[in-house]
């Protein structure tokens, strides 16, 4: 299948394409690159040392004998994206090429403008060049979890079944985000929903729990294959950035109560779920919504077993509750629907003590590169 991958430079983005690669798909990427320029703007960096898209690229090709097409550029430049489409004939668009940090959109009213703007037009932009260029290509957006809040039923995915006054109707999930990015998201969906209506275009919008780890088979393959990781207060998400604080020695940092639960995947599940919608696609005309995890965890649990793992590794750490910068409910139910995906054949790996470990270790063997200053959250709701 011909698969566009858009943020194939990214955490999620390049493991995806270079195991869709593998599976013998003939992949392209298009990124414009700006997450490496947020973090100049942040003065940060992946742990890992990350190669040039164009090296990756070169490596993959002499390890797998696969080509990796890449393309430089803005999903809002419409010229350049309507060039993309013309020249790949897409039969699939896989949609991570968005800002995707909730901190990052809560700086100021720039970034928040910034954020929704690249992600609300990127989206439209991809949507027209769909129904010009590509009307059969399926839409593989990548939603979020946190489109939903944390309301106190159970989450459903993508739609409820409501009873109102002696009528019924399947409606969809009512959305609480808690941050102009997560608002992005909610904002992409209903207008992915509307064009799947008007236009007939087919599209599997995947709510995605946070991910965790780095490697996957294909990753490991070659140091310069390596993937990104996030540990800084803006871009490092929980279990991830918890793991990295606990390879300096830092505290970890549980913000408020550490009540908030999440759900969580590993990447290796990142991957295999975006080839099971590829390989499933949604009909003609339908907007399908997958809820993409295996698991959730209270932050102050996840807290806890890492600093268990580390204590087992040789490094002592504590779990330090700190004022939330954000504002969230830190104590609430948390029930949320996931078989949509393991219906298909998802096979979850789950966060075992292992995968802990495994995560803490390559943390540990690149934590010179770890900046202390970067560590601590500096953006708040307020
Ligand atoms: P990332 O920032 O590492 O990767 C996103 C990539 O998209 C970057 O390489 C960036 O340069 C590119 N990009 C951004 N805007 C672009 C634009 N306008 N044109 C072209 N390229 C652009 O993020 P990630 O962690 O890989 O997340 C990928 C997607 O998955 C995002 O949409 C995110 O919202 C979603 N998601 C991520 C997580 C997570 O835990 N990382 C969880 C749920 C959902
Ligand atoms: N948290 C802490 N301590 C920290 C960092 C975070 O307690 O040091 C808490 C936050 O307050 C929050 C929870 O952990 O309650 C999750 O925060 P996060 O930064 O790990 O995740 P979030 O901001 O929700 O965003 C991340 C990705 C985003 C994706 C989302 C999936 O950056 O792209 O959409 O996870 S979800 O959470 O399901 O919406």
């Not at 275009?201 to 990104?228: C, F, S």
């Not at 295999?272 to 390989?279: F, K, L, W």
């Not at 969230?328 to 054949?345: C, M, S």
């Not at 202390?372 to 959250?377: A, H, I, R, S, W």
Request: with cysteine.
């Amino acid at each position: 299948m011909r698969i566009i991958v858009a943020g194939g430079d990214g955490f999620c983005g390049w493991p995806t394409a270079l195991y869709l690669s593998k599976q013998g798909h003939d992949v392209t990427i298009v990124d414009n690159l700006v997450r490496r320029e947020y973090d100049e703007e942040l003065h940060s960096n992946s742990v890992t040392p990350i190669a040039s898209l164009e090296d990756r690229v070169a490596k993959w090709k002499e390890v797998s004998g696969n080509e990796i097409k890449t393309y430089i550029g803005d999903l809002n430049h419409y010229d350049f994206l309507r060039e993309v489409f013309r020249q790949v004939e897409p039969e699939a668009f896989v949609h991570f090429a968005e800002q995707r940090s909730a901190p990052y959109s809560m700086i100021d009213r720039e970034h928040a403008v910034y954020t929704q703007t690249n992600n609300v037009m990127g989206n439209l932009n991809v949507l027209y060049a769909i129904k010009e260029f590509a009307p059969e290509c399926h839409l593989i957006k990548l939603g979020t979890m946190g489109e939903y809040g944390t309301p106190n039923i159970d989450i459903e995915e993508g739609y409820i079944e409501v009873e109102h006054k002696g009528r019924k109707d399947t409606l969809p999930y009512p959305k609480q985000p808690g941050s102009f990015y997560h608002l992005s998201k909610v904002h992409d969906s209903h207008n992915i929903m509307f064009a799947c209506k008007i236009w007939g275009i087919r599209a599997t919008d995947l709510n995605q729990g946070i991910v965790y780890g780095l490697h996957t088979d294909e990753t490991k393959l070659d140091p310069l294959l390596v993937n990104r990781v996030d540990y800084d207060g803006v871009f490092g998400t929980a279990l991830n950035r918890f793991i990295n604080q606990a390879a300096i020695g830092h505290d970890i940092t549980v913000y408020g109560s550490g009540g908030q639960t999440r759900a969580f995947l590993n990447i290796e599940d990142t991957v295999r779920c975006v080839e099971i919608a590829a390989e499933n696609p949604a009909d003609k005309g339908e907007f399908r919504v997958f809820n993409q995890f295996t698991e959730w965890f209270s932050v102050q649990d996840l807290a806890e077993r890492v600093q268990k793992i580390a204590k087992e590794e040789g490094f002592e750490t504590e779990v330090k509750k700190i004022e939330n910068p954000r504002i969230e409910n830190e104590d609430h139910y948390y029930n949320a629907v996931n078989t949509k995906l393991r219906d298909l054949g998802l096979e979850p790996h789950l966060l075992t003590d292992d995968v802990i470990r495994d995560i803490l270790r390559t943390a540990v063997e690149n934590k010179d590169r770890i900046i202390q200053e970067n560590v601590l959250p500096s953006i708040t709701w307020k």
